[in-house]
């Protein structure tokens, strides 16, 4: 097992990384301070994980919610079942929610930490490889709203995070690459040499061979925990953790959510990012082209579908909440490895841009 921190001073919190973490009763027993825990999944997860959670929580009260599975059900209804069952269940301001799940899951489950009685303590087990290298850190939460993704949330941190490498095995290859696209953003935002070794270690990833496969998680954590350690509200540089999504939550949004996943859609979006970075000469061709390569060796897009406009995308890109003039915020990339935030890209070439990718 490796140990990294997130190091928010009394917000601060261990990541384990490992095989076989599931199971091991210490890893959890430090974080729990009352008598009451709440584990929350949905109904795939429950079936594969929830009786070896269930057996790290001895001596407990313990009770469980199962939600419907998938990005259409990160509601307010599904919110609201969670608060629901705390109510039920009598559980009060020393509880602990625990969130057994992908990123839906967690981002849900951390939003109902955060506004249970003003705030209770939670606990992130990420069963995606998205959700272990991107969701459970940094505390993000939140859920949807028709008319934009993640637009109600709080950031809220976890009191732990258990990244148990061995629940991957029964992960869908779909939405393993989709997990994959986070991790390539690290690599496109902060650091080429990562960007290298994905490039050359793709095939063992997809066939998530351990040692590489541990490596992406730990390294994909190590850049997010230092990201978010210098900026934990997204008042500047943890913006740069939005490469891609500017473009791929309008995809999300306006395909209905859960039709493209959201690591795809990511995808798609950095594809376009990078793109829209070369027609402003920051990047070659062949970054582009090398850029497109790897995304494209994980199984994942490089074009959003055919059926979203021009004039849609825009529409649903000034939504983004990193926009807080007229002009458009976004995360582009200066050079492989190093990404920046700008509300500089003239409206032309944005069209233009989006243009080629909407073209048939
Ligand atoms: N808070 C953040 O910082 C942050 C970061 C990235 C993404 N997100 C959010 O995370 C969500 C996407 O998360 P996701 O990709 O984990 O999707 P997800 O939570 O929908 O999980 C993907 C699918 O895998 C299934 N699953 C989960 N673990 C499994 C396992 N071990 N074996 C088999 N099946 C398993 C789930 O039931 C689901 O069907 C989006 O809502 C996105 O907005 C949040
Ligand atoms: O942690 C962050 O900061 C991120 O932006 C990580 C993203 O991968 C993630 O999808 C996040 O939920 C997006 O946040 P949002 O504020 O753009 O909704
Ligand atoms: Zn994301």
């Known amino acids: 097992m490796q140990t990294l921190t997130v190091d928010l ?13 599931l199971g091991r009763k210490e890893l959890l027993a430090p974080y729990i301070t009352g008598s009451q825990v709440m584990i929350v999944t949905n109904d795939t997860v429950a079936d594969l994980y929830l009786d070896v959670v269930r057996s790290m929580l001895p001596d407990l009260d313990v009770a469980e919610v199962v939600l419907p599975d998938g990005e259409q059900f990160k509601t307010l209804e599904c919110l609201e079942t969670i608060w629901d069952a705390l109510l039920t269940a009598g559980f009060n301001r020393r509880c602990t929610l625990i969130a057994l799940g992908g990123g839906v899951i967690g981002d849900m489950t951390g939003f109902a930490a955060a506004s ?6 939670f606990i992130q087990i990420p069963t995606t490889l998205l959700s272990q290298v991107d969701s459970s850190v940094g505390g993000k939460t ?14 809220w941190q976890p009191r732990v995070v258990l990244a148990d490498t061995s629940v991957l095995a029964t992960l869908s290859d779909r939405e393993f690459s989709a997990g994959m696209a986070e991790v390539i953003k690290y690599g496109l935002i902060h650091d080429s040499d990562f960007l290298d070794f994905l490039e050359g270690s793709m095939p063992a990833l997809l066939a998530r061979e351990s040692v590489a496969l541990t490596h992406a998680i730990v ?7 230092d990201i978010v350690n210098q900026d934990e509200t997204e008042q500047g540089i943890r913006a740069i953790l939005n490469l891609g999504h500017t473009f791929g939550h309008a995809i999300e949004n306006a395909m209905g959510y859960g039709t493209w996943l959201h690591g795809e859609a990511v995808s798609a979006g950095m594809n376009m990012a990078v793109t829209l970075s070369r027609n402003l000469d920051w990047l070659t061709d062949a970054d582009v082209e090398r850029t497109g390569r790897i995304l494209q060796a994980a199984g994942l897009p490089l074009r959003p579908p055919s059926g979203v406009s021009t004039a849609r995308f825009l529409e649903l890109m000034r939504l983004d909440k ?7 915020r976004l995360v582009l990339l200066s050079r492989p490895g190093q990404a920046c935030v700008t509300e500089e890209v003239p409206e032309s070439l944005l069209t233009r841009t989006i243009d080629d990718f909407t073209a048939c």
């Open 142 to 155: 939140g859920i949807n709203h028709p008319r934009g993704k993640n637009m109600i949330g709080a950031f």
């Open 322 to 328: 990193k926009n807080v003039n007229a002009r458009m």
């Open 9 to 21: 001073a009394e917000r601060s919190y261990p990541i384990h990384v490992g095989p076989g973490l």
């Open 219 to 225: 390294r994909s954590c190590e850049i997010k925990a």
């Open 116 to 121: 249970y009685q003003r705030g209770v303590d």
